[in-house]
């Protein structure tokens, strides 16, 4: 059974159970929807979603909602730096998608 823990296992090793091959093609789908969705080439979103699955997944012991929460973060980093102005403008304002 994928994703559930028996009495015997460890759960510090189911950690990575749903990266499977399965979900690296779901990862990859998402990342180019939403590139087309932000209109921002797919090299650009796999990095930045790369990121924030990295940041989400560092220690988490529940993987399951991982890739929609992943989604999540990236849809609303992109909706971020389209309303920021462009970087050295002057503003002061400060980009949070890396913090």
């Not at 993987?63 to 909706?79: K, M, P, Y």
């Amino acid at each position: 059974m994928r994703g559930r823990l028996r009495k015997d296992d460890n759960p510090r090793m189911c950690v990575s159970m749903h990266d499977d091959r399965s979900d690296e093609a779901d990862h990859r789908r998402a990342i180019e929807s939403l590139a087309e969705q932000a209109r921002v080439p797919v090299a650009e979103v796999a990095r930045l979603y790369e990121e924030k699955r990295a940041a989400l997944g560092m220690g988490a012991r529940i993987t399951g909602f991982l890739a929609i929460l992943t989604v999540r973060n990236v849809r609303e980093a992109l909706r971020r730096r389209r309303r920021l102005p462009a970087s050295g403008s002057g503003t002061g304002a400060v980009d949070r998608e890396s913090t």
